[in-house]
């Protein structure tokens, strides 16, 4: 099982960036797949996933109506495309596998990491 995310980076306040989580190993029937970030000095925080059950998306109230996530199931991608960007949405952000069909928030669901990818949002 992999994860590996990409396309973090330097953007302003209000801009957008749109991160990808390739996955390999296992496939969405068996594993729901969340994303998280950590930011200096604070918890992992749970921000949002999609269930291996009917492909439910679900945020975290902290990004809902700004972050949305999709899959290209031809690809084994994940992508959560981030709108209007805080200074507060600095953070390494992280994809992660579990075996939770309905998906999770909390980080100790889940088994399999990525390594992260860093998002730097200046004001």
């Known amino acids: 099982v992999q994860l590996v995310e990409s396309g973090g980076g330097l953007v302003h306040a209000g801009d957008s960036l749109r991160l990808s989580c390739a996955y390999s190993g296992f496939t969405l029937a068996d594993y729901s797949i969340g994303w998280f970030r950590q930011a200096p000095g604070k918890e992992r925080e749970g921000i949002g996933g999609?269930?291996?059950?009917?492909?439910?998306?679900f945020y975290a109230d902290s990004v809902k109506g700004r972050f949305t996530l999709s899959v290209d199931n031809a690809k084994n991608t994940v992508y959560l495309q981030m709108d209007s960007l805080k200074t507060g949405d600095t953070a390494n952000y992280y994809c992660a596998a579990t075996i939770n069909k309905g998906g999770s928030f909390y980080a100790y669901e889940y088994d399999y990491w990525g390594q992260g990818t860093q998002v730097t949002v200046s004001s």
């Open positions: 999609i269930s291996s059950v009917l492909r439910h998306t």
